[in-house]
């Protein structure tokens, strides 16, 4: 029978089956500070072992600093979490990439330029943005503490099989237009519970000519629209990106792997539970409005008014997003100042986002009235920065260029917005209080955040190209 | 997980409602309070930007339900569509059954969410939405209304209303009987040594 992506790296992880429910092997677990102690406590508390600390991984990325390197950089509790993350690393013998070390980052960053994420694996990690992942092939979805655990001590989860749904997006890209653009776009279509229960699949002709860090900008954002996953087919292009990676497979043994990736794709005829299709030739660039990532539009079209949604449960959530986000419907978005901008994050905090961002921010100088952070990805990717001269570009225009970590994207160091704040920001969330509380977050690509943090307004990057 | 569990089978209780869609983890409990070790005491915290008019919870907000006095011992909370969508965080179901609840009661459930909560003895029910409308006006009919939840039975009573729910098996079982997963789990180490036997050498 012909089966979907899914299906066949589902079945290949299949340890036994329980009643409806399977039990599937875990050949990936990225762990990091927030969501990890109480596992370890778990553990320790029945006297149980870390199965294959060969398959763990940890690094620091939530609650660190992004000014300094010292742990308590950000008071007594998060160095207490940090410190808790580093004894428990030690004692259960699990590689830490801790604040300093040259590989640690955001952990859905540091994964995969490590070449720790492989085509086909299973990849679990205590953070919902685990389907990052999703853009090698590999089945990559997010878990709670108490799986967390169970992963630790099993180095399996039991899982129900999730339905599955095509995404595909033909056509091609008008210049200016990015992967966050395709998947807000996206998020806007299905809406941000459009998903459920769902295991994606993208695909068509602009996802297929993505590189691999526009995929996994992709995917990093499945669960924005609710999906359990998002997967897309490995090929030339994920080969190419894996080949000399530390921890990706050498010599015979990346000739085996290579023979494996290539069987990994949907067969011709697999049946989807749901097809949703866009055409990639109309996506512009997109600006969230509202206070959940499917509450989204165009820059050029105006700001949506309750009235326009049908359903009486989207009216409501209109009509109180407009009211926490101090906008009114019929607003033009280059009129709506913006007082911070953020680039960075496990969406959009990977080195081509830094070059977009830079070729923007190369044309001008930040407003006045504006704050702007460029907050690398990784230790990797800020070096990499570096050496191509984009921290002079961003200094020079007026940005501040930070230490690698999660920052305001949810705020649990002290990069945190105060109420009233407007904010345009790459990264992947934008309700209420998620930059701080009363504080308004604006969803955009890198090159779209740094229009607006040059314009001190909302811009349509499709201006400033030459 | 780490601790035995009661087992969970009849809950009689008050209900709170919540008339809400997407209610996200980030509101049932923001990252400043996600810095702890343990399991314990989020509760205080739960719905904090919602809750309280100031930053260090000293001013309650009247117009929040949960500060309602009508509401105040509740057990049970109501929403609607896509209840605890976003992060990840355990803490999510860690603070609502601190505070007290023991069953949620809404259109849908996120996943990750909906997994969490049965990690943690908290019962996710959810209902249509024209049941949703029903006991959400009998809530605001009589705030006291008892409401039973029967998750042997799978039946939601409140006053004259009833309703059966839907939940899978395995669910249901790991509700009723508190079991530690892990162990159970432990229990098929041979089968897990097998696969791990097979899988290639370059993984």
Redesign the interface.
Known sequence: MAKTLYDKVWQAHI??Q????S?I?I?RHLIHE??S??AF???N??G?KV?RPDRTIATMD??ISTRSLALDACGP??Q??LQ?LAKNCDEHNIQLFPVGHQKQGIVHVMGPEQGLI?PG?TVVC???HTATHGAFGALA???????V??VL????L?Q?RAKTMQIRVDGKLATGITAKDIILAIIGRIG??GA??HVIEYCGEAIESLTMEERMTICNMS?EA?A?AGMIAPDETTFRYLEGREYA?KGQ??E??IA?WKTLKTDEGAQFDAVVELNGNDIAPQVTWGT?PGQVMAVDAPVPAPEDFSDP??R??AK?ALAYMGLNAGDKLSDVAVSHVFIGSCTNGRIEDLRAAAHIASKGKVADSVTAIVVPGSGQVKRQAEEEGLDKIFEAAGFEWRLPGCSMC???NDDILTAGDRCASTSN?N????QG?GARTHLVSPAMAAAAALRGHFADVRDFQE | ??TEHQGFSVHKGRACPLD???V?T??II???F??????AGYGKHLFH?WRYLD?HEQEPNPEFELNKPEYQGASILLA???FG??????HA?WALADFGFAVIIAT?F???FY??CI??QLLPVALN?AQMDQLFAAVAADPGVEITVDLPAQQVVAGSLTFGFEL???HKNNLLKGLD??GQ??E??P??EA??QQ?????
């Open positions: 340890v036994d329980i009643g409806e429910d039990l092997y050949d927030v969501t102690p109480q406590a778990g553990l508390e029945k149980r199965r939530h609650s509790q998060n207490l979490q808790t492989l694996m205590g953070d919902s979805f997010g878990i709670g503490t108490s799986q655990e169970h001590a099993t180095q399996t039991k129900s941000h519970a459920t229960g669960i609710g359990k497979p043994d990346w085996a792997a494996y959940n449960i989207e409501e959530s109180k949810l705020g649990m969330r309700f209420e209080g998620r509380r | 997980m780490s809400q869609a997407n996200d980030d509101q923001p990252k400043q996600l810095t702890g070790v343990t399991r930007d930053l609607r569509e896509n969508c976003g992060s990840s965080r355990e179901p849908s996120a996943d990750i997994g969490n990690n943690n939405s899978a098996e395995h997963a892990i789990t432990l098929l180490a089968q897990i696969y791990e899988q290639p050498a370059w993984l």
